[in-house]
Each structure stands twice: as structure tokens, then as C-alpha cells.
């Protein structure tokens, strides 16, 4: 207990150091819609009312996340003057780091310590709290997600708070609330119970359903929440954002329609240069399917050498990583109760496949599901399954344990595989005969046997090694 403290410990001081220190020195980074979230957090807008039309108009394919910007608003409440991207940044950091350290070091499991390494080491995460963007606190929730998802479980506090995290991330990233939602429900209907997934069902339905409903597009707004831009990105080639077209429309509705079209109308014009052969048109499936799971997002490390370093040889180590975990999914695979599991993380994989399809293969799009990729080393080494134990096995008598039972392996001539000869009056190894493992013949009485007359002569190596599985 005391090393799993100072493990703790240390881990928590690394990684508050690798957090803070550029969450303090790096230069805060501010998008256009890092803007518009925080002018509407300053506000109140989105948060728990519809966006105005005239809002969203000029916010342009912008949509509002309920919950971030309720985290946004929280944070500038606090911020001190001048100082409210900072604030963010360090909140931002903050959340992230404890989450890392809560979901790998929260229970006594094998590789916490490896899990927490790899996360605190995989810079990308670190990088992306230095802007006003929700990938932190997306992958935030998403690690407290996977260890929902490895753990299923069955009371009301506990798969209440599972399926409320997924319904909060829902208003962070709806893209990633949904598959989380789908990873969830996988879990329950493959291991159960049937309880606690109805149990997080509901959880998670009081919180999306309300901000649903308070958020709601005003008559005559896009229905779809501003999915349809997303999804004409990711018709394009390489998600060219500058080939899009201007909308004609003024109507956010009618712009709706229009981007849809156009979508529809690019994959009906890849799909034609496919049936075709050209090869272009298949180097363009597998970008647009594997870059945003394999690539990276641009970070400008300058600000210190020795960080540019650290940041440079992680982001040239995911991708790596990545495929060392899917194989490790792949070639050694969860057996008996958790082999649910196996299918999650597969499912897990598709999903990110058909996302990078849908709404464009961004990295960024990507990256806060890194954690849960990795969460392989947080989970206990599969078993082998029940053991099948022989006939022989079974009415073996156990004797006082295995500790006693090695002790007398070499006594019985048994240690070595071999059976050495035996006297053919005491039963008993003679005197330096192969496999007897001792000089000198020892009584039974002195060894705590039994009294069992000569049946010691019809041990066999076999049974000895039950007798030890036995006693484990």
C-alpha cells in the first residue's frame, strides 16, 4: 500500500509538471470558434436556450455545446481580468491531468502505472488544452467512459453516473457521445445485466433529453444541429474545407438542403470514378478512412525547445502505438466473462472508421478517443479461461496446499517428471536413484502423509502437477 502511494505520488507530480508547465508558459491558442464560444458563454447563449437565428447566422456552420459552454462560462466567472483564455488553458489542463490519473491509478489494476505513462507521454492530448476548444475535456469524459465500459456496472449510483458522463459528453461532442453511447449499450447487451444498462439508459436520457429540448432549433432552423456541413467536409477530397462551396441560400434551412445535396452529390461522383477502377478514387477511401485515426494536427511547439523535442517524438510514436494496441486486441483477446470487451473495441475501431467517413477524417476529430484506443494496458491480462480439470484431477484428496505439496516433490521422486526406482517393501525412493531428488529415504510419518500403506507407488508425475494446480 505504501509503494501504490508513493507510485501515485510520483505520477501525480510528473504529471501536474508536463500539464501545467505549458498551460503557464505556451501561448494560448484562439480559434474563430474558440471566439464565438466564448462570447456566447459570456452571454449565456446556447447553454440552456436556443441560439438566435441571427447568432447563428453570423456564427456561420458553428453550432453551440450546451455543456461547454456552461464549462466556459464557469471558468471565465473565476478567471481573473485579462486573464480568461489562461484560465481555460489551466482548467483545461487541469481536468485532463486528474482524469488520467484518477481512471489509470482508481483501482488496484495491472499496467496502471504503464496506462499512466502512455497517456501523460502522448503529447497530443497535452497539446490540444492549450486552445479554447472541447477535445480536452471531450477525452476527459471519454476516459471516465472506458472505465465505465470495463467495469459494466450494475447499481443505480454507479451505472447512473456511467450513463449520465454519456449523456454530458453528448452536449460536449455529440459525435463522440454517440459512439460512446453505442460502445455502452454493446457492453451491456453482450455481458449484462440488463439492469444496469437500463439503469445508465436512464440516467443518460435525463440529461440529454432537457438541453435537448431547451436547445432546440427555433422554426424555420436546421434540423439537423448543423450536421450538414460536416458531412459536405467530408465528401470532399482530403476534406478541403476551401473547395465547399459559398451557400446561396440565406435561409439557415434552405442552407441545410444545399449542403446536403452537394454531399450526396460528391459521393455519387467518387463512387462512379470506383466503379471505374480509377485508382485515385481508392486512395481516396483509404485517407479519408484511416487519416484522422493515423495522422496529426498541427502544433506549434516553439515556445521551448526542450517541449518541441518531447512533442515531436510522441506524435511520431502514436501512430505506433495505435497499431500495437489494435494488434494486442487482436492476438490476445479477452477470454470468459470479458470477452465482450473483444467486440467494444472492435465496434470501437468501425466506428471511428465510419465517423472518418461521414463528417471528415480530421485528426482532431480522432484524438480524444486516444485514451480509449490505449486503455488496453488498463485492463487486467486476459485469462485462459476456466480450467478444464481431468477425472485424476478432481479425486486427487487435497492435502495441506501447494506450499507443502512442493515441498514433498522431491521426497516423492516426483520433482523432476521421473519416477526413480522404489524399495518394493517401503514404497520409499532408493538410495540415489534417478528422480529421487534425495539421498536418504524419508518416512512418512516425518513428511505428514497419510497413512496410505504403499499407494505412495502409485503416484504418478501427472497427478503431482494437479496436486500443485490444486492447491493454488
Avoid at 456564427?59 to 471558468?75: D, I, N, S, T
Avoid at 440488463?194 to 435537448?212: D, E, K, S, Y
Avoid at 518531447?310 to 477470454?335: K, V
Amino acid at each position: 500500500m505504501a509503494s501504490r502511494r508513493v507510485t501515485i505520488a510520483l505520477f501525480a507530480a510528473v504529471g501536474l509538471l508536463l500539464y501545467l508547465w505549458p498551460a503557464i508558459q505556451a501561448p494560448a491558442v484562439k480559434w474563430s470558434d474558440s471566439r464565438i464560444d466564448l462570447d456566447w458563454a459570456r452571454h449565456g447563449i446556447g447553454i440552456f436556450s436556443t441560439v438566435p437565428p441571427a447568432e447563428q447566422l453570423a456564427a456561420g456552420v458553428h453550432q453551440a455545446k450546451p455543456l461547454y459552454l456552461l464549462f466556459l462560462r464557469c471558468a471565465l466567472v473565476i478567471a481573473p481580468v485579462g486573464l480568461e483564455v489562461r484560465t481555460v488553458v489551466i482548467l483545461q489542463s487541469l481536468v485532463l491531468c486528474l482524469a488520467i490519473l484518477w481512471v489509470s491509478f482508481g483501482r488496484q489494476q495491472r499496467g496502471a502505472a504503464v496506462y499512466a505513462l502512455l497517456l501523460l507521454l502522448c503529447l497530443r492530448l497535452r497539446d490540444s488544452t492549450s486552445s479554447v476548444m472541447s477535445e480536452s475535456l471531450t477525452a476527459a469524459l471519454l476516459l471516465v467512459v472506458a472505465g465505465g465500459i470495463l467495469a459494466a456496472p450494475e447499481t443505480w449510483s454507479r451505472a447512473g453516473a456511467l450513463g449520465a458522463t454519456v449523456g454530458a459528453l453528448f452536449w460536449v461532442r455529440p459525435n463522440a457521445g454517440a459512439i460512446a453511447l453505442l460502445l455502452v449499450a454493446a457492453r451491456y447487451l453482450l455481458k449484462g445485466p440488463l439492469a444496469g444498462g437500463l439503469r445508465a439508459a436512464i440516467a443518460f436520457l435525463v440529461i440529454v433529453v432537457p438541453i435537448a429540448i431547451a436547445t432546440r432549433p427555433a422554426p424555420g432552423g436546421p434540423t439537423l444541429r448543423g450536421l450538414a456541413f460536416p458531412l459536405l467536409v467530408g465528401s470532399t477530397d482530403y476534406c478541403w474545407a476551401p473547395a465547399v462551396p459559398a451557400a446561396h441560400a440565406t435561409g439557415l434551412a434552405t442552407q441545410q438542403g444545399e449542403q446536403m445535396d452537394k454531399a450526396l452529390q460528391n459521393w455519387r461522383s467518387l463512387w462512379g470514378s470506383l466503379r471505374r477502377g480509377d485508382p485515385d478514387a481508392g486512395r481516396q477511401i483509404a485517407w479519408r478512412a484511416f487519416h484522422g485515426l493515423f495522422g496529426t494536427e498541427f502544433y506549434d511547439a516553439r515556445w521551448s525547445a526542450t517541449y518541441l523535442t518531447l512533442s515531436t517524438a510522441s506524435r511520431i510514436l502514436t501512430p505506433f502505438l495505435l497499431l500495437a494496441s489494435i494488434a494486442i486486441f487482436l492476438t490476445r483477446p479477452f477470454q470468459g466473462e470479458e470477452r465482450s470487451i473483444n467486440v467494444v473495441a472492435l465496434l470501437l475501431v468501425g466506428l471511428l472508421v465510419g465517423q472518418n467517413l461521414a463528417i471528415g477524417s480530421l485528426p482532431r476529430y480522432d484524438l480524444p478517443f486516444l485514451p480509449v484506443c490505449l486503455c488496453r494496458a488498463s485492463s487486467r491480462r486476459p485469462s485462459a479461461g476456466p480450467e478444464k480439470k481431468s477425472p485424476r484431477h478432481r479425486s486427487l484428496p487435497d492435502l495441506d496446499g501447494s506450499r507443502r505439496a512442493m515441498s514433498l516433490c522431491p521426497r516423492l521422486g516426483v520433482g523432476t517428471g521421473r519416477v526413480g526406482r522404489r524399495d518394493s517393501a517401503t514404497g520409499h525412493p532408493e538410495r540415489g536413484s534417478a528422480g529421487s531428488g534425495t539421498r536418504h529415504p524419508a518416512p512418512a510419518d516425518r513428511l505428514g502423509l497419510p497413512a496410505v500403506g504403499g499407494a505412495a507407488r502409485g503416484v504418478r508425475p501427472g497427478w503431482a502437477a494437479a496436486l500443485f494446480q490444486r492447491g493454488e
